[in-house]
């Protein structure tokens, strides 16, 4: 079976139980046990713990970013913002504030948290300019969004779907609407 596993399968695990049990929980010996396997099909994928660690934050990257980024892009008709609050305030957050909780201990997932906030406001600028907002106020409104959705990430309190909703399309009216 180890022969089987595949270095996305070790990191679809890594992501999962990073969500569920925290950063403690990214050790090779108790992830091998969840696979079924030895932990040499672990080190078969990847040098060391370390090596891992690094490969599950560029996956976290992916998922919680660039896949967003590209499912707001491919939804062509629709408007962008919206695509975006709807991708990123209905989904489940666990794995956000695990890699959140990592960086508050470790350098290498601060950079990566840092990055990833980066690459994220950086888009979400960039999508209130071409709906027509001023760049000093798409970088404020961007900034404004995205500490709304560390709010939301970190607050563990879901809304109803239908007040969510309501809270949606005002959050996007305020993001949206021309200054005066």
């Known amino acids: 079976m180890a022969d089987q596993l595949s270095a996305q399968d070790w990191l679809d695990l890594g992501l999962k139980t990073l969500a569920k049990n925290g950063f403690t929980a990214l050790k090779a010996d108790p992830l091998a046990k969840t696979m079924g396997v030895s932990r040499g099909s672990f080190y078969w994928h990847f040098a060391d713990i370390g090596a891992f660690h690094a490969a599950v934050l560029k996956r976290w990257r992916d998922v919680a970013a660039e896949q967003i980024i590209a499912g707001i892009e491919a939804a062509k008709g629709e408007d962008p913002v919206a695509v975006l609050l709807r991708l990123t305030f209905i989904s489940k957050l666990a794995l956000e504030r695990a890699v959140r909780s990592w960086a508050a201990h470790d350098g290498a997932a601060r950079s990566a948290v840092q990055?990833?906030?980066?690459?994220?406001?950086?888009y979400i600028e960039s999508l209130l300019k071409k709906v027509g907002l001023p760049d000093a106020v798409a970088c404020a409104r961007a900034q404004i969004l995205y500490w709304t959705f560390l709010g939301y990430a970190l607050s563990d309190q879901?809304?109803?779907?239908?007040?969510?909703?309501?809270?949606l399309e005002e959050l996007l009216r305020m993001a949206t609407r021309s200054p005066s």
């Open 115 to 122: 990055a990833i906030d980066r690459r994220r406001l950086d």
């Open 158 to 167: 879901a809304l109803p779907q239908d007040k969510q909703q309501a809270v």
